[in-house]
């Protein structure tokens, strides 16, 4: 038996996005043509429009491959940048997400409420022992709840794997 994996089908058809949504785009051509020129001046640019607790120095660390260190030496809170950020720059009424049900039914929570469910669950979580370096699994249906509890977790620094049940 063979070792290598096979596949019956080459996809080579492309699908162009319509004329309006082109010109509405953020990543156009040029864009990536930077990247390609200078990736790591690239990332560097993109990293700087995020929140950083310490700021980076250094961009990529390839001294031992395969491992590549990208902002090794900066810090971060994916759940600050994902969340407050985008409520102090007073944008807490815009919708963050958007979910909907399998029935049809909808529900639209905003920065501004995500942020105060994060917060409440994190503090549920700390209040449970839980903190920095923790692993915790996460076990609940696609629901709203479910982004926010994952956004706890990564607020307080602990780590989570999700199994989404329902």
């Not at 699908?15 to 156009?28: E, K, M, T, Y």
């Not at 809170?77 to 994902?82: D, I, P």
């Not at 963050?96 to 917060?119: I, M, Q």
Request: charged share 25%.
């Amino acid at each position: 038996m063979s070792s290598q994996i096979d596949h019956l089908l080459n996809e080579t058809r492309r699908f162009a996005p319509s004329a309006a949504f082109a010109q509405s785009a953020i990543g156009r051509a040029e864009l990536y043509q930077r990247a390609a020129d200078d990736r790591e001046d690239f990332w560097a640019e993109q990293a700087r429009e995020l929140h950083w607790h310490t700021p980076f120095t250094e961009v990529l660390d390839w001294s031992t491959p395969p491992f590549a260190k990208w902002f090794a030496d900066g810090a971060l809170n994916v759940a600050y940048n994902c969340l407050d950020r985008h409520v102090e720059a007073g944008n807490g009424d815009r919708v963050a997400l958007l979910w909907e049900g399998e029935p049809g039914d909808t529900r639209r929570v905003t920065y501004a409420e995500l942020t105060d469910e994060v917060k409440r669950l994190a503090n549920v979580l700390e209040g449970l022992g839980v903190g920095e370096g923790d692993r915790v699994a996460i076990y609940m249906p696609m629901i709203p709840e479910s982004v926010a509890a994952m956004l706890a977790v990564a607020r307080i620094g602990a780590i989570h794997s999700v199994v989404f049940g329902g």
